[in-house]
């Protein structure tokens, strides 16, 4: 079983002398900002001059200054840009500005697992990977309750690496709700099978099939989008909320049959082969090194893919159906 943090696991007292530097002030850069400031931390911003984020961030309180400046004023510095331009910033802007002592900090382990940052031996690695995102991780920080965390050391230069990164998550929250220790590697590779296989590719891929089995069958669009689509929250509410065999109780049984004896028809070994290839890709470094190209080439086939699937007829139909919903924009 999994090693669990709390609250009495972690000493916050850690980070009351140390600067921490938030490079980027997205969604998560901003809640994790917020809330290590609520408890006492001092934070400096790292964020674009002239974007949203840094009029957001300036209105929030913050001076944001240059990612070269933060990493250079600051002991432990978190990296929390998307992970296509984290290599190029830290090579820029933070590993010049690396000294001895010093921490770098990540929510999503790509860059390290997949060698696009290679720090100095000299100073810590760790990970605090927060299960949500970052408006969910500072609502749950103001209603004194938290987001359950991961927690990896990578590289332990000091020998607090670790009492540090417990104490970073208590600052945001984390250890209220439970801190669970991982690496590095089970970090990023079940991270990245999880949003290749069922969150995202599996989820998007299964929709769009029902829909256009239904269409083809003559069904209407409109029926099909709400069979296969709009009512998935609820299905997938059940299972957060109750797990899998909660959900099943709480649908009806008709339901719950179809549940038990046609999905093992869909999801067949020989989809089970291909996630065991896909894992096997990613294990190896093969679909990083796909995705490192792809941007190194300007995305081409991301973005046509990406339009392609704007074409499909299920977003014309939901786009005209979700305007039926006024809750969906509340």
Known sequence: MAKIYYDQDADLSLLKEKRIAIIGYGIQGRGQAL?????????????LEGTSNFQKAKN????????GEAASAADIIQILTQDHVQAKVYKEA?????????????????????????????????????KGPGALVRKMYEEGKGVP?????????????????????????GTHAGVIETTFEEETETDLFGEQTVLCGGVTEL???????????????EIAYFEVLHELKLI????????????RRRVSNTA???????????????TRKAMEKILKDIKSGKFAREWIKENEAGRPVFNELLKKGDEHPIEKVGEQLREMMPWMKE
């Open 256 to 270: 719950c049959y179809g549940d038990l004896t046609r999905g093992p028809k869909i999801i067949t070994e020989k």
């Open 236 to 247: 997938t509410d059940l299972i957060q909320e109750t797990g899998i065999s909660g959900m």
């Open 35 to 47: 809330c290590l400031r609520d408890s006492g931390c001092s934070v400096i911003i790292s964020e």
């Open 207 to 221: 929709i769009k099939a029902g829909f256009d089995t239904l269409i083809q069958a003559g069904y209407q669009p």
């Open 149 to 173: 965390c991961l927690l990896a050391v990578f590289q332990d230069a000091t020998g607090q690496a670790k009492d540090l990164a417990l104490a970073y998550a208590k600052g945001i929250g």
């Open 94 to 130: 933070i590993k010049p500005n690396l000294k001895k002592g010093k921490a770098l900090c990540f929510s999503h382990g790509f860059n390290i697992r997949f060698k696009q940052i290679k720090p100095p031996r000299n100073v810590d690695v760790f990970m605090v990977a927060p």
């Open 60 to 67: 929030d309180g913050f001076s944001p200054a240059s990612a």
